[in-house]
């Protein structure tokens, strides 16, 4: 398994009403210690797996939002967000929590991890990666 | 005889809000569950349908807070309990989901 | 007033089972009758007592379960839907020559009339479902 | 169970993609043993349900179409399907099923099942009935 | 360095074959599958995207002919088997399925 | 060529399994190897023995159990998605404490490194879902 592969997780899909979010975020943090290149990438719905504030609790759900925050420990730290997918949906990165990572080669500063992207450099990303798994 | 219409789908992945709206009758209430209230989000694309819906729009308040959008719920939007969902169910003749 | 409750989808997958369950357990609380819990399509598998949730996650099967015992609702899953998705009570898997079951405690197995019949004696049938 | 209710079964899903279409039918036909009303409507991609010439042979599911030209002899007998769905996906009712009833009481002349509605006319069709089960 | 797009849902129904197109690069395949055939359908409301997509567009020939649309594929797209799906997903660099 | 396939529906609600089982087929029959089928989310239940679908209709976990067992395809159900659903084998229900199993011959339960590393040894992952 010394082959590096450049995994892309597609993720579209609102969370709580189905549980692709969550699953998909479970996939991400095994693959973490696989040593890949990772990115993960929200469009359409998913965007709304990054909104700030989520609250299950009264809908008797595990809430799972903290874990994105958590990404970063593990070395995920890319997170492509689709700019178009956001307005649509009257959003824009202030909505979403605030993602970072911490950059050992400049004193643990920490950095974020949300990337906004257009519709058409999402484009690029997907046809970037050798693996795209979709959520 | 009105009808309580349930959305638990987002409108921005499926006809579901689209087709319910094409589909109330004057008095029906439509309520947004689940995955469906993320209409009831300002600012959003379908803020404007479900403003001219023409009949009382609800959203499930802990699927609001879910999602994280409880705090920016459109105007004119009303924000219920499971309580509340129970008391619109009993009110109505009958229930229609749109799954 | 009487509500019957339809649910056509499995736990953790898709919310349908968890909103029937804040439904079912506030309309209960208003002094309301469920009268039956129909489970249909993949909502079948509601009714496995094999699942193992993680432990800081609610246990659906186990809320069911508890749900029916403390207020004697029916819980009925279909026997059609069942049998493509792998739900057998003890009849079942003898009649099938299965070597096993896997129903959870509260719910039984019981054919699509049941459904008609809660649509007839219920004042309101509510579906959820994906 | 001496109380007369009137269904209405909506059907808005394409068959194959998923079992929703098959199973609403497996309850339309146990239900059909209950002498209550039955309608069902036909409305966004539940209207691809009644496609004519259906051969799912190909793709190992089992095909179940036929079902549909034998309701008659089971007493469902109103189809209603929407106009405005049939427009959009390009359709019109000459490509569906021919699907009958023999009236009794015209010597069992076959009469057409299938009922074009508006939008409008199938909204009122909801607020007309007891129960809706949709699928 | 092509990708194979998978579309397995209706456009009626989901946004799937709208963001999917939203995606293509140039040289890549959309091959529609399952409920994603009905996009194929001639008459139908999606057609012209698919024209109008900028690659070549397949659809898996077993699914129209279940949805009885076999007859009716709009021009300018490809009829295959599962075969050729096979080839396709084998001649690209990867398969990125529209969920 | 070495295929990976992902599976993330049950059997006979979504069409997933049934593309995956036919594109499997083909691709066998062109000489390309499957190097793994992952079956995850609901997916999980296309693994359970206790299925008896209708007589006319076709069995996919039969089918699925078959060209394991012609072909030499490795069926992998992931152990988390299955714990959700209630898919166990002697071993996790042994340790779950549960009364039997109910995987079905030809597919075993693991983790999610499986799809991993599936993505990363396979030439091509192609995944099957709603």
Chains 1, 4 share one sequence.
Not at chain 1, 92 to 114: F, H
Not at chain 1, 122 to 133: F, M, P, Q, R
Not at chain 3, 100 to 110: E, K, L, Q, T, W
Request: charged share 25%.
């Amino acid at each position: 398994m010394s082959e590096m592969k450049k995994f892309l997780y597609l993720n579209r899909k609102a969370p709580y009403g189905t549980i692709y979010a969550l699953e998909s975020l479970e996939v991400v943090l095994i693959g973490a210690a696989f040593e890949q290149e990772v990115s993960l990438a929200f469009l359409d719905d998913g965007v709304f797996q990054l909104m700030n504030n989520q609250d299950a609790s009264g809908t008797g759900m595990k809430g799972f939002s903290k874990t994105y925050r958590a990404l970063g420990d593990y070395e995920v730290r890319k997170l492509y967000v689709e700019t178009e997918s956001l307005a649509l949906r009257g959003l824009a990165v202030d909505d979403l929590m605030p993602i970072t990572w911490e950059d050992e080669d400049e004193d643990y500063a920490e950095k974020p991890s949300i990337i906004p992207v257009s519709k058409a450099e999402l484009a690029e990303l997907i046809a970037g990666h050798d693996v795209v798994l979709s959520f | 005889m009105s009808t309580l219409h349930t959305v638990n789908k987002s409108p921005y992945e499926r006809n579901a809000l689209k087709s319910c709206l094409d589909h109330v009758s004057s008095g029906d209430t439509v309520l947004l569950i689940e995955d469906g209230v993320l209409a009831a989000r300002k600012g959003g694309a379908f803020v404007s349908a479900l403003r001219d819906a023409g009949c009382l729009v609800c959203a499930l308040g802990p699927d609001l807070s879910a999602r994280g959008v409880a705090a920016d719920v459109a105007e004119g939007i009303h924000v219920i309990d499971y309580g509340g969902f129970v008391d619109l169910a009993a009110a109505a003749k009958r229930v229609c989901a749109w799954l | 007033m009487r509500f019957a409750l339809q649910i056509n989808e499995g736990p953790y997958t898709h919310q349908a089972s968890d909103t029937a369950y804040q439904f079912a357990k506030a309309a209960l609380a208003r002094g309301h009758e469920i009268f039956r819990v129909f489970f249909y399509h993949d909502g079948v598998n509601n009714g496995t007592r094999y699942t193992v949730p993680p432990q800081d996650d609610r246990n659906l099967q186990k809320l069911w379960s508890d749900l029916a015992e403390q207020h004697n609702v029916d819980l009925v899953v279909c026997i059609a839907a069942a049998q493509r998705r792998g739900i057998l009570d003890a009849n079942e898997a003898k009649r099938q020559g299965k070597d096993g079951d896997n129903i959870a405690p509260g719910f039984r197995i019981s054919g699509l009339g049941q459904l008609i019949e809660a649509g007839i004696q219920a004042d309101r049938l509510i579906v959820f479902g994906d």
